[in-house]
């Protein structure tokens, strides 16, 4: 077996939940200590550790958190470079536009690219995963929306807490409430013991 073919390093859900937030946890406390643009500064660091240590420990990073560290970068560097906050709240409403539209676009072409960032989590028909595939195009847009409603009718701190401790809970929430789908539409488990 070559090193192409041995199975990847799967991550610990506990550790991807930190790789995830932890960047988010670093945003929000240094902004709570600071300001927007030290606590954007901040996550950016955090966000480059994260995809770091991702590599380090899984020899891989999982495309949704790198196209969103990329964004993190970009969107960052351009509220520091500026000095305009502007760019920063619109990180969210544009990874998460960015989602909706490969998602949209691979449902338009019959291929439900869920599947792919799911990375074989779950054994789905082909009818379920664009059902997925669908529903998860529609909740990212959501939370642009939400994201822009949020950011241009609050402060900036509750915009800030509402990224850390509202996006997350709605998330977590709304996959736990694709649970039916994920069981009505899972294959048969193959007989592991097949004798």
Same mark, same amino acid.
């Given at each position: ?15 991807? /939940?930190? /790789? ?14 600071? $300001?927007?643009?030290?606590?954007? !500064? ?8 994260? /995809?770091?240590?991702? %590599? ?26 500026? #000095? $305009? ?7 969210p409403t544009i990874v998460n536009?960015?989602?909706? !539209?490969? /998602?949209?676009?691979?449902? !338009? ?19 379920? %995963? ?23 009718? #609050? ?5 800030? !807490? ?15 409430? #694709? ?9 048969? #488990?193959? $007989?592991?013991?097949?004798?």
């Amino acid at each position: 077996m070559t090193s192409k073919d041995a199975p990847k390093p799967h991550a610990h859900p506990l550790l991807k /939940l930190a /790789l995830e937030l932890g960047p988010l946890v670093v945003f929000f406390l240094a902004n709570s200590r600071t $300001d927007l643009f030290t606590a954007t !500064a901040a996550f950016m660091a955090a966000t480059v550790a994260a /995809l770091g240590v991702s %590599w380090v420990l899984l020899r891989r990073v999982p495309v949704m958190p790198l196209v969103s560290g990329a964004v993190v970068l970009v969107f960052g560097g351009l509220t520091l470079a500026l #000095q $305009d906050e502007l760019f920063i709240k619109l990180k969210p409403t544009i990874v998460n536009l960015l989602f909706a !539209a490969a /998602l949209f676009g691979g449902l !338009a072409f019959g291929r439900p690219l869920l599947a792919v960032a799911f990375d074989q989590a779950f054994q789905l028909t082909h009818e379920g %995963w664009m059902k997925l595939t669908w529903r998860w195009a529609v909740f990212f847009v959501f939370l642009a929306v939400l994201n822009e409603v949020v950011w241009r009718t #609050q402060t900036t701190d509750f915009w800030v !807490a509402f990224k850390v401790w509202g996006v997350m809970p709605i998330t977590m929430i709304f996959a736990m409430a #694709q649970a039916p789908i994920l069981q009505r539409y899972a294959l048969p #488990q193959r $007989d592991a013991a097949a004798k």
